[in-house]
């Protein structure tokens, strides 16, 4: 069962609840995908931390063979290619890897070379397999490593995707190949307004999906009241709580400490796979 989490913005609790559902459950594999800002293999403090480059093709020209007919730089839909006096000047930070450029050249002027881009780090913390992903400073695209990531996948009985934030480029590749997504809101305006994008998005891809309201607090929740009047399934509310901020705070796995959160995070689990039967 691969469950991915995702939040329409930064700061809903999103990898509170990846954790926690991993940390819950009997054996799990944690993914993190959120590349730009990877913080789960905070709480879990892997051991034994296994590190991989991950690299990316980028095209190379040969000066010498280049007749600056300009072909390749006509194709490239992303800008990377510019033709400056006769010769072709690559800007590798935008490249796309997509080939057309190797293609289409007529003079066999542009080859493959690899670029790096960032890494994938992988440990055990207990029971839960952690693989994080780190986009090196600087890089504008984060897509490739996350590919990586979810294709090196170990199979297992629960694995839990951590998105990143938002509704973008990065989201879409780290749910493609997800069972069921769970989606975290807060109780704001702002929370309700870009759930709503999250929640467009599952629908695109057609996937199973609940909501988690997280720091419910007594007074209106305008994200529960955008699930009611809209049919989105809500799977749990979870309360705001200073001693479970507290916890969060100092890198604490919070259900490792609290029974309640970890009998809460246990009916998820089994909500979801309820959910998943056909």
């Given at each position: 069962?691969?469950?991915?989490?995702?939040?329409?913005?930064?700061g809903?609790?999103?990898?509170?609840?990846?954790?926690?559902?991993?940390?819950?459950a009997?054996?799990a594999?944690y993914?993190d995908?959120?590349?730009?800002?990877?913080?789960?293999?905070?709480?879990?403090k892997?051991?034994?931390?296994?590190?991989?480059?991950?690299?990316?093709?980028?095209?190379?020209?040969?000066?010498?063979?280049?007749?600056g007919?300009?072909?390749?730089t006509?194709?490239?839909?992303?800008n990377?290619?510019?033709?400056?006096?006769?010769?072709?000047l690559?800007?590798?930070e935008?490249?796309?890897?997509?080939?057309?450029?190797v293609l289409?050249?007529p003079?066999?002027?542009?080859?493959?070379?690899?670029?790096?881009?960032?890494?994938?780090r992988?440990?055990?913390?207990?029971?839960?397999?952690?693989?994080?992903?780190?986009?090196?400073?600087?890089?504008s695209?984060?897509?490739?490593?996350?590919?990586?990531?979810?294709?090196?996948?170990?199979?297992?009985?629960?694995?839990?995707?951590?998105?990143?934030?938002?509704?973008a480029?990065?989201v879409?590749?780290?749910?493609?190949?997800?069972?069921?997504?769970?989606?975290?809101?807060?109780?704001?305006?702002?929370?309700?307004?870009?759930l709503?994008?999250?929640?467009?998005?599952?629908?695109?891809?057609?996937?199973?999906?609940?909501v988690?309201?997280?720091?419910?607090?007594?007074?209106?929740?305008?994200a529960?009241?955008?699930?009611?009047?809209t049919?989105?399934?809500?799977?749990?509310?979870?309360?705001?709580?200073?001693?479970?901020?507290k916890?969060?705070s100092?890198a604490?796995v919070?259900?490792?400490t609290?029974p309640?959160?970890?009998?809460?995070?246990?009916?998820?689990?089994?909500?979801?796979?309820?959910?998943?039967?056909?």
């Open positions: 069962m691969r469950i991915a989490v995702l939040s329409g913005k930064g809903a609790g999103k990898t509170f609840v990846a954790v926690s559902l991993a940390a819950a009997k054996q594999c993914i995908c959120d590349v730009e800002e990877p913080n789960g293999n905070l709480f879990f892997p051991e034994e931390e296994r590190t991989r480059r991950v690299s990316v093709m980028i095209p190379k020209f040969d000066d010498e063979k280049c007749t007919c300009g072909l390749c006509d194709f490239c839909r992303f990377a290619l510019a033709l400056v006096r006769g010769r072709v690559l800007f590798k935008i490249c796309h890897s997509c080939g057309g450029c289409l050249c003079e066999d002027a542009a080859d493959y070379t690899q670029r790096e881009i960032g890494e994938i992988e440990g055990t913390s207990g029971s839960v397999h952690v693989l994080t992903g780190m986009l090196d400073t600087g890089e695209s984060g897509v490739p490593l996350v590919q990586e990531l979810i294709s090196n996948i170990p199979s297992g009985e629960t694995e839990v995707i951590d998105c990143p934030p938002g509704s480029c990065l879409m590749e780290s749910i493609k190949t997800a069972d069921y997504c769970v989606l975290v809101s807060e109780p704001t305006t702002f929370g309700a307004h870009d709503a994008m999250a929640v467009e998005l599952v629908r695109l891809f057609r996937k199973p999906a609940g988690i309201l997280n720091k419910c607090l007594p007074e209106k929740n305008p529960k009241e955008y699930c009611l009047q049919g989105v399934n809500i799977l749990a509310e979870i309360s705001f709580d200073r001693e479970t901020g916890l969060l100092d604490k919070a259900v490792n609290s309640y959160l970890k009998a809460q995070f246990l009916d998820i689990l089994a909500t979801i796979k309820k959910e998943m039967r056909p």
